[in-house]
């Protein structure tokens, strides 16, 4: 069973910085795209940034993009999303997604975590 667990949500004010990490119980991560979306209220699901296999290549969304960093440790199954300069519209649930098509950066989910907050303050 693959789980995907986040962690390093909560709140923060304008201009602050947060790292998201999201652990993955998958014995073959190597073989696995990853990538965070996010979903604000009353707002559909938007893919933020992704990360090719061996995290040669990356993709982030046009609103993130000199603010947000993602990488992954595929020693310690775990993919990262640093997020500087947050602005209140950065507010969302933020998800960690696997797609097995390895060398996608535009994630195509197979598998979801939970998701985890993400508030920030004006």
């Known amino acids: 069973q693959v789980q995907l667990v986040e962690s390093g949500g909560g709140l923060v004010q304008a201009g602050g910085s ?33 990360i090719s296999w061996r995290g040669d290549t990356t993709y982030y969304a046009d609103s993130v993009k000199g603010r947000f960093t993602i990488s992954r440790d595929n020693a310690r199954n775990t993919v990262y999303l640093q997020m500087n300069s947050l602005k209140p519209e950065d507010t969302a649930v933020y998800y960690c997604a696997a797609d097995s098509r390895r060398y996608n950066t535009r994630i195509i989910p197979d598998y979801w975590g939970q998701g985890t907050q993400v508030t920030v303050s004006s």
């Open 18 to 50: 947060l790292r998201l990490s999201c652990a993955i119980s998958i014995r073959t991560f190597n073989n696995y795209a990853m990538g965070w979306f996010r979903q604000a209220p009353g707002k559909e699901r938007e893919l933020v940034a992704g």
